[in-house]
């Protein structure tokens, strides 16, 4: 498809499990994001790759926490030790370049951490 | 730093009624504005947006006018339909760090037959 893709849609975890969300950005989209949105919520920011390089991490709300882009497509946020804080929707989203640009979001992956 | 102050909601209105979802934002310098739209079960959709002051974005029969002055852009449609039940989010981005989309926390919308 054309859009942003993710993977998987929906993810249960026991907790301390670790866990790994795939994000396919749109082909040939420089920007990637990842926002968590808890239940009823705005996005909150997490992270910000220009290609592969993470240039904000910023959001990441613990070292458990960890994403990556090694060749400037896919992106891989990786969850360790998950805990029930963690329970929300993960969000992927990708844009044609920086600056000003709107962004294009996938259609997440929900957590359950139980 | 930067905000983005949405209505609170739910809003519900009758079909065809009139739309307005407030929407204010703090930042320095002009950032550029965005609205997105969230069906139940799905991502953010783009709906419209506008980079510099006065600029109107529009889509769908949705508008919203950027205004400097009142550091606004509220969403507007003249008649809405019960399709157009969805959550509505607020968000700015730039204008010297454009790592990071910040979104209000969302105006629900019920629009009923």
């Known amino acids: 498809g054309a859009g942003v893709s993710q993977s998987p849609r929906y993810k249960v975890a026991k907790r301390g499990q670790d866990v790994a969300l795939r994000c396919d950005p749109i082909s040939g989209h420089v920007s990637l994001f990842w926002y968590q949105q808890a239940l009823g919520q705005g996005p909150e920011f997490l992270t910000y790759f220009q290609n592969e390089a993470q240039l904000d991490k910023s959001g990441l709300p613990s070292d458990r926490f960890f994403a990556e882009r090694p060749e400037g497509s896919v992106s891989t946020l990786k969850i360790q030790r998950t805990q029930q804080e963690d329970s929300a929707v993960y969000l992927c989203?990708?844009?044609?370049?920086?600056?000003?640009?709107?962004?294009?979001f996938g259609q997440g992956t929900r957590l359950t951490v139980v | 730093g930067n905000s983005v102050t949405q209505m609170e909601g739910p809003v519900t209105l009758s079909e065809e009624a009139f739309l307005t979802i407030n929407c204010t934002y703090t930042?320095?310098?002009?950032?550029?504005l965005f609205w997105y739209v969230q069906y139940p079960g799905e991502g953010l959709q783009l709906l419209l947006k506008?980079?510099?002051?006065?600029d109107k974005g529009s889509n769908k029969g949705f508008e919203a006018t950027y205004r400097k002055e009142t550091t606004s852009f509220h969403l507007e449609k003249g008649s809405v339909q019960v399709s157009d039940s969805a959550v509505y989010f607020c968000a700015l981005r730039g204008p010297y760090n454009f790592n990071k989309f910040y979104f209000g926390s969302g105006t629900k919308l019920n629009v009923k037959p």
């Open positions: 989203a990708s844009g044609v370049r920086g600056g000003n640009t709107e962004a294009f």
């Open positions: 930042a320095t310098g002009y950032p550029s």
């Open positions: 506008a980079t510099k002051a006065d």
